[in-house]
């Protein structure tokens, strides 16, 4: 088993930044996709980003393409989403998903989440 905790969420002005952490625990021995989802309210979990193994290969969502950076420490069980130029649409709880097999934007891939991270962007 692996856990997930998140943390870094909380209430930015529009134009801001927040930077979420994901702490993976467990059995984190292996190449995991680490990926990141958010979920407004009353709308579906939407899928924002994920990272290689390696960190070297990062996926956006077209929404978020340009204003947010995924990266990853392995030596500190670590996935990193950096947030710039946020906008009050952005506005959701976030969560950090693993999964040992193939990278995914959908999140039935993903085994393994955490408990989420609330992120407000007021106008």
């Known amino acids: 088993q692996v856990q997930l905790v998140e943390s870094g969420g909380g209430l930015v002005q529009a134009g801001g930044s927040l930077r979420l952490s994901c702490a993976a625990s467990?059995?984190?021995?292996?190449?995991?996709?680490m990926a990141w989802f958010r979920q407004a309210p009353g709308k579906e979990r939407e899928y924002v980003s994920r990272?290689?193994?390696?960190?070297?290969?990062?996926y956006y969502a077209d929404s978020v393409k340009g204003r947010f950076t995924i990266s990853r420490d392995n030596a500190k069980n670590t996935v990193y989403l950096q947030m710039d130029s946020l906008k009050p649409e952005d506005t959701a709880v976030y969560y950090c998903?693993?999964?040992?097999?193939?990278?995914?934007?959908?999140?039935?891939?993903?085994?393994?989440w955490g408990q989420g991270t609330q992120v407000t962007v007021s106008s």
């Open positions: 998903a693993a999964t040992r097999g193939a990278g995914s934007p959908y999140y039935s891939a993903y085994d393994y």
């Open positions: 467990g059995r984190t021995a292996g190449n995991y996709i």
């Open positions: 990272i290689s193994w390696s960190g070297v290969i990062p």
